[in-house]
């Protein structure tokens, strides 16, 4: 029918006419929505509520459907038709979708920076329009170090620098010195980050573990349990692969245990089951013995990622390797595994990102990490009421993180396909 | 091959003897393991509450203040000489008995109720009372309800998971035929921020905890304690089963402050009543007697824990009078007073 | 020199003997397995001993003596025993996990759909969905609905009000409870058209290979799932009554809803976390299962003359299904296993109920614990059989 109204049909015809139009009406509809959520100003206020509510979305829906001229030979119309405009249908989703934005965005905004409060250091000074930053500026320390003592706060910051440093030279310099940079860190460094942050030795006050806390636990946790379910994961998946049988059916059996319960017991079983299990003048810190149960449960996932790689090489490797004479740990040493870590690297850094991910869960057994510490800070009497700043910071936090790490790890799963 | 045999053989020798050796090792000497720990540590290691104001709490500096804080320092005092050697642990109620069956700490000193199984069945010992409570019901003054006969079917109610709490409530509300919502939390910031924002028409827990969390509520004014008490609550500390003498070093700890206190002994006065006539109070300081040696303490311990920490009437006036939680004794009055606090004399 | 000889001579010590080489590394695994377990079980014993606990099952039998806020289809207070407390855990975690199923899959069919839009914006939203709600943690997400949104909900007096029958407020969604007479003629007329129903497809379908008449499938069961149980209204004696949530006061400004079901906030949260965290994962499995149709797929069946409805409904979906259930199972297990967050918030799921109160009210760590991991194992692997059993199923038979 619409097809027999001609005048309400847009054509070649009268293209600029029909254009006009279409903008005019797709401006007014705009027009409303902003002027109702920005300004409050209901210019369509003497008409019945519900009709009220829907003539944007009326004058814009006409608008686009005069605007959508096939092949009018404006390549911005035909372009913009495309995306947006290709039938009523679409039209009426990106309406929605623009409308959503309209009514939505401008006060968020309003909440997150134009009405906020940035500067000062009292509660008083925070208005209680928009969010109160000044929250998240006074406990900045407490979230990023937990309750260490402030005065040893460098101890951390050197690890971490001394940890970011090796890792960038690490990409300047060329593979033989590459080599020693790895052995460093994975061996080394590991004793330099733990004197230097829990102390004791040298001269340097000793931090009991239960005083980490903030997100540079949440590192600590991430990259301890990164470096140590590595070579146990790389264990388990040769070991699933095994031709003896009593080490292939203990290292599925040891798999499957570890990826069919969720974290949360593991966590519980490290801090209240394990204890029993050692005996009693043996007292293992509980961070250790989370750092334990968290590497073993990420071991297991790491090790179906390396067999996945394992699984992709080409069995013309084995082959030639056994050809060649070399025994099994040769093999892998030398040919197989260099290989098969390359192909899995983005699996790599996959658990990487759900293991950070998942170092929140700590905070059940009392490890004050990141959102722990944030969960102390709201419930201070003289700070009651800031949770929502709190988790929104702890949420830019970690997207920002878990962004950045999952872009490079698409960007590596792209530069390695292409290398095979 | 056959000598093969023969290493593996030895080799299985030597790491079953090694095995026994530790085993046996291990049972033979546990006795005071924890007293010769804690000496070598050179601290006493004390598990407390998350922050719970009067018992146990820290201030921005970290310095933790409370009732249930001075029995370690107690402790500490008499074992090392200074009521300042104690490491903190804030534990919530769910890990607090695991964490002293684990060894992580010796002393657990939480505002925990004494009970039947909790004595008997999980493997920890209750040293002594240094509270006397009850269970009480928090609300809203606004609700107008003053008893909790007013309380109808259809409640919700707050209170931490794991605690006797939960348990007295069911008991009361059942009781009463009163159909209920308990929302356990672990945490108590948890709790009280649960009640405090509407989610619960009413919390739970010791009369003390309710008068000390009710200064972290938004409004404190609003809310009132209701009158009755349901159940009784004796807080004290918790040591591991199994090592008698640290059980007795807490265990007179403990009973020296309040037996102190009834003798007239306080921190200021206590090197004065070396010379006193009686001889209960020469005991008590240290003066006569060998009970430092019966505790495998020397006999200075008692006067230390005077001197560094006070007897009980100051610990609880420090604590919890002076800050305005509980103005008065109440139960907690030496016996002499009519109070319930009646400790067997350290003699 | 001298490490390169004792180990070539090591290498042919083993190669001499193929049996021990086959034998020694499976006998050491299995001792250092046995020596690991049993001083671990040793120490166990020791400990427990030195402490007077038991170790046994016993306890299971015993009275809880605590309530639970939220036990469905489980008749349970605090007489019940702690097996009953096990069970109401068991059951509310998988009421959690299947409401976070059903609201995942969904949403997260539709967001990996709209994710290939051509629709510019529409694809776009459909991105930074992903993108915002895939990394940031769980847990933090489900703080944020728990405690900074669903604690700013009204009081039951103010609650927000759906036409009179159902309320949100702070304390839960209170929806009405329907009242059955005669319930189960109901359900087996339901279960009857459905047999039925699933026969005459089955004999549409020979009929259709047969003699290619095709028949209103669709509207056919249509009519026979509504009619029949319908019928049971009319004559079967079935009738329907709904209980209304009711305000109630309690006193002066306390007031709450009697009547009808109410579903806590803390499932709301916890289901609401979980749908949005597992619907991004599962919209990338869509994406990916629907782009690795080729396009020749497409072509070709468009060659044949099939409308891009018919395409998608017979060629496109059935093969971009074998690529996305196998993941897509998965997440549902991760779905299962994240609903153990509830132990953060206050939903009484089976590691708050059993791993939490009961292992506080009775110290029996060893055992609650193991039972719980046992629990979860158990739903694990069970989906995994069904998962491989239907990989075998729909692979694709090389002629």
Redesign the interface.
């Known amino acids: 029918m619409m097809k027999k109204l001609t005048f309400l049909n847009p054509s070649r015809e009268n293209l600029n006419l029909f254009i006009l139009a279409g903008i005019v009406l797709f401006g007014l509809g705009i027009l409303d929505t902003v002027l109702n959520s920005l300004f409050e100003i209901n210019i369509t206020s003497f008409l019945p509520r519900w009709l009220n509510y829907f003539t944007p979305l009326l004058f814009s829906f006409i608008g686009l459907h005069y605007i959508r001229i096939e092949f009018s030979g404006i390549t911005k119309l035909d372009q913009l038709n495309?995306?947006?405009n290709?039938n009523w249908f679409?039209a009426i989703?990106?309406l929605l979708?623009?409308f959503i934005l309209i009514k939505t965005i401008p006060g968020l905004l309003n909440w997150l920076f134009f009405d906020a409060n940035f500067i000062g250091t009292t509660k008083e000074e925070c208005t209680g329009d928009g969010a109160c930053w000044l929250f998240i500026r006074f406990w900045i320390t407490r979230f990023m170090y937990g309750?260490y003592p402030d005065a040893e706060i460098w101890r951390i910051n050197a690890a971490f620098l001394m940890l970011i440093g090796t890792v960038i030279t690490a990409f300047f310099v060329g593979p033989k010195i590459k080599k020693y940079i790895i052995i460093f860190l994975l061996f080394i460094f590991p004793f330099i980050a733990i004197n230097l942050i829990s102390g004791g030795n040298f001269g340097l006050v000793w931090v009991?573990t239960?005083a980490w806390g903030g997100l540079s636990l949440t590192f600590i946790v991430s990259i301890f349990a990164m470096l140590f379910c590595f070579p146990v994961g790389m264990f388990l998946a040769l070991g699933r692969r095994s031709s003896?049988?009593?080490?292939k059916y203990?290292s599925i059996g040891f798999i499957?245990?570890w990826?069919?319960?969720?974290?949360?017991?593991?966590l519980?079983?490290a801090?209240?089951?394990f204890?029993?299990?050692?005996?009693?003048?043996v007292?293992m810190d509980?961070l250790v013995r989370v750092i334990i149960a968290i590497t073993l449960f990420e071991a297991a996932y790491m090790a179906e990622v390396i067999r996945g790689g394992l699984q992709a090489l080409p069995k013309g490797q084995y082959d030639a390797s056994k050809s060649l004479g070399m025994?099994y740990w040769t093999m892998h040493l030398l040919i197989i595994l260099p290989q098969a870590l390359k192909i899995t690297i983005p699996g790599l850094a996959n658990t990487f990102i759900a293991l950070f991910?998942?170092?929140?869960?700590i905070?059940?057994?009392?490890l004050l990490e990141l959102?722990g510490m944030i969960?102390?800070a709201k419930?201070n009497?003289y700070w009651?009421?800031f949770?929502?700043e709190g988790?929104v910071f702890?949420?830019a936090v970690?997207?920002i993180f878990?962004?950045s790490m999952?872009r490079y790890s698409q960007n590596l799963e792209r530069k390695y396909k292409t290398d095979r | 091959m056959k000598k093969m045999f023969k290493h593996l053989f030895s080799f299985f020798a030597i790491f079953a003897v090694v095995m026994l050796a530790l085993g046996t090792e291990s049972m033979a000497a546990k006795k005071s393991k924890t007293l010769k720990n804690t000496i070598k540590k050179g601290f006493v290691r004390c598990g407390v509450s998350q922050g719970l104001p009067g018992f146990s709490n820290a201030d921005a500096s970290g310095n933790w203040t409370g009732v249930d804080v001075d029995v370690c320092r107690a402790v500490a005092a008499a074992v090392l000489g200074d009521a300042g050697k104690v490491k903190f642990t804030p534990l919530s109620a769910k890990e607090r008995f695991t964490a002293l069956t684990a060894g992580e700490i010796d002393i657990l000193s939480r505002n925990t109720t004494w009970t039947l199984s909790r004595d008997a069945d999980i493997g920890l010992t209750f040293v002594g009372v240094n509270f006397y409570d009850g269970q009480g019901f928090m609300v809203r003054k606004a609700s107008g309800i003053t008893s909790t006969s007013q309380f109808k079917s259809g409640l919700s109610a707050c209170v931490n998971i794991g605690t006797t709490t939960e348990l007295n409530m069911r008991d009361f509300f059942t009781a009463n035929g009163i159909t209920y919502e308990p929302v356990v939390f672990e945490k108590a910031d948890e709790v009280v921020a649960a009640y405090d924002s509407g989610r619960c028409d009413t919390y739970t827990t010791d009369k003390s905890g309710l008068a000390a969390q009710r200064t972290k509520l938004s409004n404190p004014d609003d809310h009132i304690v209701l009158p009755e008490t349901i159940s009784k609550e004796p807080l004290g500390p918790v040591v591991r089963q199994g090592d008698a003498v640290w059980e007795d070093i807490v265990r007179w700890s403990l009973n020296v402050m309040i037996e102190a206190e009834e003798y007239g002994i306080n921190s200021s006065n206590a090197d004065s009543m070396k010379t006193s006539k009686n001889p209960q109070i020469k005991r008590l300081v240290g003066a006569e007697g060998e009970l430092g040696a019966a505790l495998g303490l020397d006999n200075d311990w008692s006067l230390r824990i005077i001197k560094q920490v006070g007897n009980y009437g100051e610990s609880y006036k420090r604590n919890i009078a002076d800050t305005g939680i509980l103005p008065t004794r109440g139960p907690n009055e030496l016996w002499t007073k009519g109070g319930l606090l009646y400790v067997p004399p350290a003699r | 020199m001298n490490l390169k000889s004792t180990t070539s001579s090591i290498s042919d010590f083993f190669y001499a003997r193929p049996k021990l080489k086959y034998y020694l590394p499976q006998a050491l695994t299995i001792f250092f397995i046995v020596f690991i377990f049993g001083y671990f079980s040793y120490n166990a014993q020791v400990n427990m001993d030195n402490r007077g606990i038991d170790f046994g099952l016993r306890f299971l039998g015993e009275e809880s003596s605590f309530d639970i806020q939220f036990t469905p289809f489980v008749e349970y207070d605090g007489t019940k025993s702690y097996a009953t407390a096990y069970l109401v855990g068991l059951i509310n975690t998988i009421i959690v996990a299947l409401i976070g199923i059903f609201f995942a899959t969904i949403l997260g069919v539709v967001i990996g759909i709209s994710r290939l839009s051509p629709n510019y914006l529409i694809a776009k939203m459909s991105e930074i969905y992903i993108e915002i709600f895939r990394n940031v943690p769980l847990l933090l997400q489900l703080f944020f609905w728990y405690f900074a949104v669903l604690r700013t909900l009204p009081l039951p007096k103010d609650a927000v009000n759906f036409y009179d029958i159902s309320f949100l407020s702070i304390k839960g969604l209170y929806v009405p409870r329907f009242i059955w007479t005669n319930g189960q003629l109901f359900l087996t007329s339901i279960i009857a058209s459905i047999i039925v129903i699933f026969f005459l497809l089955k004999f549409f379908k020979k009929e259709q290979e047969q003699t290619g008449k095709q028949y209103p499938k669709f509207l056919i069961s249509l009519t026979i799932i509504t009619v029949l149980p319908f019928l049971t209204f009319l004559i079967g004696g079935v009738s329907l009554d709904f209980e209304y949530p009711e305000l109630k006061q309690l006193s002066k400004t306390i007031y709450n809803f009697k009547g009808g079901i109410s579903i806590i906030p803390e499932l709301m949260a916890l289901a609401l976390a979980l749908s949005l965290y597992t619907a991004t994962f599962i919209a990338e499995n869509v994406r990916a299962g629907i782009e690795g149709i080729s396009r020749g797929q497409k072509e070709a069946a468009a060659s044949i003359g099939l409308t891009p409805g018919q395409t998608l409904k017979l060629v496109v979906m059935p093969q971009a299904l074998r690529i996305i259930i196998p993941p897509t199972t998965n997440q549902y297990l991760n779905l299962t296993k994240n609903s153990s967050l509830a132990a953060a918030i206050a939903y009484p799921d089976l590691v708050l109920v059993f791993a939490g109160t009961a292992l506080m009210q009775t110290g029996r760590a060893i055992e609650i614990i193991s039972i719980t991991m046992l629990s979860y194992l158990s739903l694990s692997i069970t989906i995994s059989i069904f998962m491989n059993w239907y990989n075998k199923k729909i692979a694709i038979k090389e002629k």
Request: overall charge negative.
């Open positions: 495309k995306n947006i290709s679409n989703l990106s979708v623009i309750l009991e239960g003896y049988p009593v080490v203990a499957e245990f990826r069919g319960v969720p974290l949360i017991t593991v519980f079983m801090s209240v089951m204890p029993m299990f050692l005996p009693d003048e007292f509980k025994g991910k998942d170092t929140p869960l905070l059940v057994v009392g959102i969960d102390m419930a009497p009651l009421g949770a929502i988790y702890a949420g970690y997207w878990c962004f999952s």
